[in-house]
Structure formats: C-alpha cells, structure tokens
C-alpha cells in the first residue's frame, strides 16, 4: 500500500513540475508577438502608465498573442500588458465589460471562441503605457 501513495506522490510531483517548466519561458507566440510589438513602438517613448484610456472606437484594439492589447488613437499608442497574458489569442473575441465610459484596467474582459462561441479566458489587464514620438 505505501509503494501505491509514493507512486502517486512521485508521479503528481513531477507532473507538477513538468506543468512549471512549460510555464517559466516565454512560448513561441510570445517571442514573435514582443518582436513584432517592439517593431510598432520602435522610435518612441513611454510615458506615465495609466489605468483607464478614453477608446471610443473598438476597432482599434488589437491583440497581439499572449503578450499585449494595443490601442492606437492618433499619434499615441497604448499598451497593456495583461497579469496573465497567455489568455490572449487574437482569433479569439474580446467581450469587454465596462465599468465606466473609459476602457480601463479594471474591466471584466473575456475571450470566446469565435467558432463555437464558448469562453475560453479571462483578461485581467495592467496599466496602459502610452507610446509617443520624440
């Protein structure tokens, strides 16, 4: 009986840790989505994040695959980085449940799947950090 626990306890245990190794890196649509976002805000400059953006236009949110949520209003860009940004899959659909007239970081925000129209995550997003020319 003790062999059968231990075998339980072993297998558990390295399953565990086969689950934090998958996680610790960055995956491969991550590494293409950062290059592809640095290439956007080349040549500009952060400024001072903030929680809540004016987004009139929804049409001008984009997901960049597990990494970030771009807004473009005029010469700005915004950027937020979501706390768990592996939620985020640009084929997906972005149901965002505001609380003011602002998009703003504390917004309920759900994916769902755009074929068979289940929920597949949830968005939980930091600050927006608006990129601006120099």
């Not at 987004?55 to 807004?71: G, P, S």
């Amino acid at each position: 009986m003790k062999t059968r626990y231990i075998g339980i306890a072993a297998a558990a245990g390295a399953l565990a840790l086969s689950g934090c190794a998958t996680t610790a890196g960055p995956n491969r649509f991550q590494v293409r989505e950062e290059a592809r976002l640095a290439e956007l805000l080349q040549g500009r400059v952060a400024g001072t994040p903030k929680s809540c953006i004016s987004a009139f236009q929804m049409n001008r949110l984009e997901v960049y695959d597990h990494t970030a949520i771009v807004y473009r209003a005029g010469d700005t860009i915004w950027v937020s980085r979501p706390t768990e940004p592996r939620s985020l899959d640009a084929s997906d659909i972005l149901v965002i449940k505001r609380t003011s007239s602002q998009l703003c970081k504390q917004d309920v925000i759900r994916t769902v799947d755009r074929t068979n129209g289940f929920t597949t995550g949830i968005v939980f997003l930091g600050d927006f950090v608006p990129y601006t020319r120099p």
